[in-house]
């Protein structure tokens, strides 16, 4: 199996991305982690592109040609696939074009509840009875491309967002590669 060529960007702890990682190294599973593209430099999640030996690089987003510094690294690693895991930052209209359905993204919420920020604060104060995440593709609309895989737990009255974002991301481990999978299963 020739594997798709994949960057994952992240902004912190990357737990998602050590996952991925550590998924993308089984023989049959779809992609190989080619590059790691991070937008913040003190992210813990570079300490994973070090361990592995995978090239990363730190972007700084308020430069005005960091667009096209993304780019041209995407070509130079032949890039064919991309994946957002806690990417804290909106994917520019451009990049989508360049990538048009080949980038998904994790959301720790069931889209299309709790777009954006602060989902489990928000959760709790609505009353919601479930949590979970959702793996979706990116378009140019935050949060609002189409579902890949989406899963839930019911929350239970001693839950606070500690508890929601750990088990919310327990489902993130599972649903990730399950969307990955997914989606290449049929190419
Ligand atoms: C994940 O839980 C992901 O769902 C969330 O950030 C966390 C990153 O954790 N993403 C978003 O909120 C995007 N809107 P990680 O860095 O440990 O993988």
Known sequence: MVKKKTCVFISGQGSNLNNLI???????????????????KNAKGISYAKKYRIPYFYIDTKKLNYEKIVLYNLKKYKISFICLAGYMRIISSHLIRNYQNKIINVHPSLLPKFKGLNTFSRMLKKGEIKAGCTVHYVNKKLDSGSTIVQKFFYINNHDNENTLREKTQKLEYKAFPEAIIKIFRNI
């Open 22 to 40: 550590i998924r993308s190294r089984e023989n049959n599973f779809p992609i190989k982690i080619s590059l790691i593209i991070s937008n913040n």
